[in-house]
């Protein structure tokens, strides 16, 4: 379980009696806008708990009901060949009306917890990836996202009930929702007011599930922002990304205190600097990077100079100048490279990834020729690349185009 969000098993009362377990995760704040996350066809199982867990990290209040629960309580099956012919035997035993009620019973529990502040949503894979689209037609949610969710095309009459927002994840290769299925979903929803309708080229069903056979880890951060840029605009809840990347970025460079750093990220938490592969991957190993390698070990004189920011719904892209003389070897720069005394200033972009009030990764890039070339260790003659002067025509684009083009004046007069 990730550190900080609380969990527990509560009982959710079903609407003709009876009572089903639901797993409820909790954010570190203690309070937050709902999500009811619906199954696949494995039960509550690993994947979905997982998945409750890392919401709830990114600020919501998460309960996943037990939506088996009346054919058999507390199942938990994986998509492994074994388990795969009792998964299908649940799917094609369940009463799939009920199955909406019992999610409208989940949404009516949410919203009766203390820790609930604000909207109620509804998310869900495969057979919850249909439910979730008819919890926005019957139940009483501001949001929905399904992804590949099975058989929605035999419920689109009930799009005329639509409420909130919609989005749905729709793989191209689905073999659960052939073409002619993906086009009437697309024919019925596309353009509706509200609803966002996305399909993944060359992918299959399941694309999103971690450790599954088809899952596309390119696709399933690409769903992700979109899904969480749907739950935000709908829910909430709001967070000052600028301001945690500012005070992360003050502790690295400004006052270097490495806990505090830490302090600013995620409980695992990961950094790529994508030329040179150096940063660190978890909390053991990213705090080891920080403390010798990185906040102690840049110049004295390291100045960042930001040039612009986007701030979008996970994440931050900063473009920026890194300016330094090349007084200490810089491990993650220049790892190997003796100091030379050169100055050097370049452009550099960070993307930054949050989940909740916490960072998550960043991935920074920047042109490592254009490094090399500054502190001598690059001959520029003859090659395509470029000093300090990167950075100058980022500053001043009238500054001269296309000087490594050698072929540029051919096309003076043409």
Avoid at 236 to 260: I, M
Wanted: charged residues 20%; glycine residues 10%.
């Amino acid at each position: 379980m990730t550190t900080n969000v609380t969990t527990r098993r509560i009982r959710i009362a079903a609407h003709d009696g009876g009572e089903f377990e639901g797993y409820l995760a909790v954010p570190a704040s203690g309070s937050g806008p709902g999500l009811v996350l619906c199954q696949e066809i494995f039960g509550l199982n690993g994947f979905v708990r997982q998945t409750a867990e890392r919401l709830a990290e990114e600020g919501y209040v998460v309960l996943a009901p037990d939506l088996f629960w009346r054919q058999q309580p507390g199942i938990e099956l994986t998509d492994g060949p074994d388990d795969m012919p009792r998964a299908f035997a649940l799917y094609q035993g369940f009463d799939e009306d009920l199955g909406v009620r019992d999610i409208g019973s989940a949404v009516a529990a949410l919203r009766a917890l203390p820790e609930l502040k604000g909207g109620v949503g509804a998310l869900g894979y495969c057979l919850g990836g249909k439910l979730a689209y008819l919890a926005a037609c019957r139940c009483d949610v501001d949001v929905a996202v399904g992804y590949y969710g099975v058989g929605i095309e035999n419920s689109l009459e009930e799009a005329s009930k639509l409420r909130g927002r919609l989005v749905l994840h729709i793989a191209e290769r689905d073999g659960f929702c052939p073409p002619e299925a993906r086009e009437r979903i697309l024919a019925a929803l596309g353009g509706k007011p509200g609803v966002e309708l996305y399909v993944y080229p060359g992918l299959d069903h399941a694309f999103a599930r971690t450790g599954g056979a088809h899952y596309d880890k390119p696709a399933a951060m690409m769903a992700h922002q979109r899904s969480m840029a749907a739950l935000q605009r709908a829910i909430g809840p709001e967070f000052d990304y600028s301001h945690l990347w500012d005070k992360h970025c003050e502790y690295e460079f400004g006052t270097r205190d490495v806990a505090a750093t830490m302090a600013t990220m995620v409980a695992e938490p990961y950094v790529n600097h994508i030329p040179t592969m150096t940063g660190g991957v978890g909390h053991k190993e990213l705090s080891r990077f920080y403390q010798h390698h990185f906040v102690n070990s840049n110049p004295p004189d390291t100045r960042l100079v930001p040039l612009s920011r986007t701030v979008g719904a996970t994440q931050i892209v900063d473009e920026l100048l890194f300016c330094f003389t090349h007084t200490t070897e810089i491990d993650w720069m220049l790892p190997g490279v003796p100091p030379t005394g050169k100055y050097v200033e370049i452009p550099l972009v960070a993307i930054v990834k949050f989940r909740g009030d916490k960072l998550y990764h960043e991935h920074i890039y920047w042109d490592q020729a254009s490094v090399l070339v500054q502190v001598g260790l690059l001959d520029p003659q003859g090659l395509p690349v470029a000093g300090a002067e990167t950075a100058r025509k980022l500053l001043d684009e009238t500054l001269p185009s296309n000087t490594l083009m050698a072929r540029w004046r051919e096309s003076e007069k043409k």
